[in-house]
């Protein structure tokens, strides 16, 4: 498991680029609030409720003598009028582009709207559509560098720009390539002689991507902990990490503390409901040392999930609440800048830190840090990933 930023600048015949649109209205209310990205500024609307009380009150009055009965009957209305004030969202903060590319095309290859659609990803406080446009003329036809600009603007018109480079080449190109940097791994051992202390434990996380694992050697390495991948979307189906339950048991086995995570790439609160159900049942009430872990790393082209960061702020707290619901705590996973610029964590949330550094600066609270990617442990094949658990054993 593994975030990274990305934050680069990438053809038919003389194009005039002109906007391509698509929009679509977000939802105002979150958790049954109202919600305010920062950067927004509340509106003020008044709204006025009546209502009408009818009471009617009936007498009877009977004269035994001459057998007449009197029946009076008063109604009386009452009629309440109530003020309310209901905040209106006026939405100044301009879209985010997270990461973008610049594109090379050959003599003769089609250029469009589809081209930096692929080349650019985006995401608006509030606006769960915002609109991709582009200006510039690129030729495909001719051999050379064409600057376009893309805009991304949302539905209160904010605007965010990105400056690419569209290179058009010829039969004779080359890309130029670069050796592929020498992998550096760091040991368990150093691992724990940095960060070992008695108000911590270290671990690792794994998936299938970690193979056959022999828990036994873990534990013996000086492993404490370890989170497993339950919960996965493939071909939009859930399914249970093919070595889950391995991984599970024979965890356990070898006496390490054992929490799981669900890599999600949900974009229906329902949905979502319903497969974290679904994967929680697994366990069959089994009790775990760890909250569960809510994990999203589709940060490339996450405009094509049609959410904004409201949206996906709001999926966790579905996730919380499923959580809880069958007796779990929950906490949430990502990297520095993503917990910055998109989560922006509620103050009760947990956090699961990734950020691979020596020392993070990230000046949010956090449970749990996944301090490196390229671990090496004894009993595992390749790289896994290194954590600190923030928490005493006792």
Excluded at 96 to 107: D, G, H, P, R
Excluded at 215 to 222: H, I, L, M, P, S
Excluded at 228 to 251: H, M, P, W
């Amino acid at each position: 498991m593994k975030e990274s930023k990305q934050n680069t600048g990438d053809s038919t015949a003389k194009w005039v680029i002109s906007v391509i649109s698509l929009m679509a209205a977000a939802g105002l209310i979150v958790g049954g609030a109202v919600y305010f990205i920062s950067g927004t500024a509340p509106a003020e609307t008044t709204v006025t409720e009546t209502e009408t009380t009818v009471t009617e009150t009936t007498v009877t009055e009977t004269t035994t003598a001459s057998e007449q009965i009197t029946t009076t009957t008063t109604t009386e209305v009452t009629t309440t009028t109530t003020e309310t004030t209901v905040a209106e969202e006026q939405d100044t903060t301009q879209p985010l582009i997270l990461s973008y590319s610049n594109m090379i095309l050959n003599v003769g290859d089609e250029f469009g709207y589809d081209n930096v659609y692929a080349n650019i990803s985006y995401i608006d406080d509030l606006d769960s559509e915002p609109v991709l446009s582009y200006t510039g003329t690129v030729d495909t036809n001719t051999v050379g560098e064409y600057p376009i600009t893309a805009s991304v603007t949302d539905k209160s018109g904010n605007v965010s720009t990105a400056s690419m480079t569209v290179s058009v080449v010829g039969p004779d190109y080359t890309a130029e390539t670069t050796a592929a940097a020498e992998e550096t791994y760091t040991s368990f051992t150093d691992f724990a002689a940095k960060y070992d202390s008695s108000s911590v434990m270290l671990g690792i996380d794994v998936s299938k991507w970690q193979g056959d694992i022999d828990f036994t050697k873990v534990a013996a390495a000086g492993c404490d902990f370890v989170i497993i991948r339950c919960g996965v979307v493939s071909d939009g189906q859930l399914e249970t990490d093919k070595y889950f339950e391995q991984n599970y048991q024979n965890a356990k086995a070898a006496g390490l503390k054992v929490g799981i995570y669900y890599s999600s790439i949900d974009n229906d609160p329902e949905v979502l409901a319903d497969r974290v159900e679904s994967m929680l049942s697994i366990l069959n009430g089994d009790s775990l040392n760890f909250p569960v872990a809510f994990d999203w790393e589709r940060w490339s082209g996450i405009q094509k999930y049609k959410m904004s960061i409201r949206d996906l702020r709001n999926l966790y707290t579905v996730f919380d609440s499923v959580c809880v619901s069958m007796g779990y705590e929950s906490m949430l996973y990502g990297s520095k800048h993503y917990l910055n610029d998109i989560w922006q964590p509620e103050a009760e949330w947990k956090i699961w830190l990734a950020h691979y550094t020596e020392q993070t600066d990230y000046t949010g609270e956090y449970y749990m840090w996944q301090q490196s990617c390229t671990g090496k442990i004894d009993g595992i094949d390749g790289a896994v990933d290194m954590d600190i658990a923030y928490i005493s054993e006792g």
